[in-house]
């Protein structure tokens, strides 16, 4: 079946502008994660929602950042005046599980990477 | 609080040689393990999980992690690389518990196969 996706794939803004990422999760999955990822590092939590309700965004960053899931579908990362240091890739993760325990697993899409001049 | 420390950045092995990622953890809770493998332009792939059902975890392309409490390690081995292998590995910590469930990530490690 199909898998995450997300779009775009790449993003290139300048700083100041405003982007819209957008995560399409796999068909049922109740959980929807975002990840932050820059370069050479591991991906770091942003945000997450269970259906539409955002239960925790402790890992964004900055006010600029924003996150909806307003029918528990799809999903946008909202990036306001975009700086430099936003630069990075884009994951967002979904799962069929809305708790931890015996293995929860979060099925990733390809990403969207961000780049601001 | 949790943790996961991947204790090489880069690796290199030769084809047909045994792979050995490391990885350490801390957990204030019983823990779930990953390891996912990226590679270049493509998504974060499972690899395998521990679930505590058993501590050694057999994954995908002969791929496998024993689970070691009194060690907090969850290292990832494989017998013999293939060129296919050469990616990014991260080491992933979650609690087993409810609530969000996020992702603790290692800074990852780069395997180079050498033909």
């Not at chain 1, 109740?30 to 259906?51: H, I, K, M, R």
């Not at chain 1, 005046?81 to 979904?94: F, G, K």
């Not at chain 1, 799962?95 to 899409?109: D, K, L, N």
Request: aromatic share 12%; proline share 5%; glycine share 8%.
């Amino acid at each position: 079946g199909a898998g995450v996706s997300q779009s775009p794939r790449y993003k290139v803004a300048k700083r100041g502008q405003d982007v819209a990422l957008r995560c399409d999760p796999i068909s049922g999955h109740v959980s929807l994660f975002w990840y932050q990822q820059a370069l050479g590092q591991g991906p770091e939590f942003l945000t997450y929602f269970q259906n539409e309700a955002q239960l925790d965004k402790s890992g964004l960053p900055s006010d600029r950042f924003f996150a909806e899931r307003p029918e528990g579908s799809v999903s946008t990362l909202k990036i306001q005046r975009t700086q430099q240091e936003d630069s990075a890739v884009y994951l967002c993760a979904s799962s069929p599980w809305t708790s931890g325990g015996e293995g929860a697993t979060q099925y990733f899409g390809p990403g969207t990477r961000l780049l601001v001049l | 609080a949790q943790s996961v420390t991947q204790l090489d950045s880069h690796v290199s092995v030769s084809e047909g040689t045994p792979v050995l990622l490391r990885c350490n953890y801390s957990s204030s809770y019983s823990p779930s393990l990953f390891w996912y493998v990226q590679h270049p332009n493509k998504g974060l792939q499972l690899l395998l999980k521990y679930t505590s059902a058993a501590t050694l975890v057999k994954g995908i392309n002969g791929f496998e992690a024993e689970f070691k409490k009194s060690e907090t390690s969850f290292h990832l081995t494989k017998p013999s690389a293939h060129m296919s292998d050469a990616a990014e590995y991260f080491c992933v910590v979650t609690p087993m518990t409810s609530g969000t469930y996020k992702y603790i990530f290692g800074t990852g490690t780069r395997l180079k196969v050498l033909a």
